[in-house]
């Protein structure tokens, strides 16, 4: 597979086999008797489908102040140990939400440390730190920052953006000469989890099986915000992502890896009746990590 660049663990497939094996046979026989239009508009499938593959014994990421901070160190923990060319004298997070990530920063050493995002909600977590990042609240697609960093990052953000190739033009634009730009998201569209949902449904890909009413009814029986859901994605695919990412100008691409879930593998072909039209690398990528520097 051109996507999966990394090896595919025969073990690990054959385990998670074993582990869902129970479950796709639970839901086979619900739609046995069934067509696959029937299936798309059955709001009772959807629900007995959650049912099926809701695992309670999943631990969330839990969002009080010291766990995102914890994953925000880590992660630039992760870069420099990996990447030890990284300059985090002057830092920039696009797409920061909480200002995890530029508060860590100064962990690290860096003189000058900024998020911007469209919401401001880094005043949500606490901050005790005298030292505090400099925060701006803006759309950089609509209005370009004039500001130039060693390091920038991009953090859960690209399958958010409206237009993915201008942001990462603009991007692109605000590392410094020889400076890095890292970028890392997931869950693509297409994926599994693409819904972001997981904590209320973990049926796997049903966003692409089930039509937008079924869909909408559902998040209705679990007090969610279908709204916000259904706009809050571009819906771009692995493939869209790889024709944008593999080549930005005046960047070199340093590092890549394709991510992706060995159970989602296994589904994907549980489930190809299902998900008639898409491929199988366009569903089992989940997202994308890269490095680049400026040339």
């Known amino acids: ?81 990996k990447f030890p060319f990284v ?41 005790n730190e005298k030292e505090k990042p400099r925060f701006i609240q803006a759309d950089i697609s609509r209005y370009p920052l004039d500001e130039k960093f060693k390091f920038i990052t991009s953090y859960n953000a690209f399958e958010h953006f409206e237009n993915p ?44 099986i089930f039509n937008d009413d079924v869909i909408k009814d559902y998040y209705e029986m679990q007090n969610s915000d279908y709204e916000r859901y259904i706009h809050s994605f571009n819906k771009w695919s692995a493939f869209d992502f790889m024709n944008l990412l593999m080549c930005v100008p005046g960047m070199k691409l340093e590092y890549y890896e394709t991510m992706y879930e060995v159970k989602d593998l296994y589904f994907v072909k549980c489930f190809r009746q299902l ?7 366009e569903l089992a990528v989940s997202g994308f990590k890269l490095l680049y520097r400026k040339m």
């Open 1 to 81: 597979m051109f996507f999966l660049n990394q090896c595919i663990n025969e073990s690990d497939l054959y385990q998670s086999i074993q582990r869902h094996e129970l479950q796709i046979k639970a839901f086979s026989e619900i739609i046995s008797d069934h067509s696959l239009e029937y299936v798309s508009n059955d709001l009772d499938i959807l629900r007995k489908g959650n049912e099926i593959f809701f695992d309670r014994s999943i631990s969330f990421p839990q969002y009080d102040t010291e766990s995102i901070m914890t994953r925000a160190y880590n992660h630039l923990r992760w870069i420099m140990n």
């Open 87 to 127: 300059d985090m004298s002057s830092y920039c997070d696009v797409g920061c939400g909480y200002g995890e990530n530029p508060r860590a920063a100064l962990m690290f050493g860096s003189n000058e440390s900024v998020g911007i995002d469209i919401n401001p909600r880094w005043n949500d977590i606490c901050d």
């Open 165 to 208: 190739q201008l942001m990462l033009s603009r991007i692109a634009n605000m590392v410094d000469g020889g400076g890095c730009l890292y970028i890392d998201f997931a869950p693509i569209w297409h994926s599994a989890n693409g819904h972001h949902m997981y904590r209320r449904c973990q049926f796997p890909y049903y966003h692409l």
């Open 275 to 281: 998900l008639e039209g898409f491929g199988m690398e």
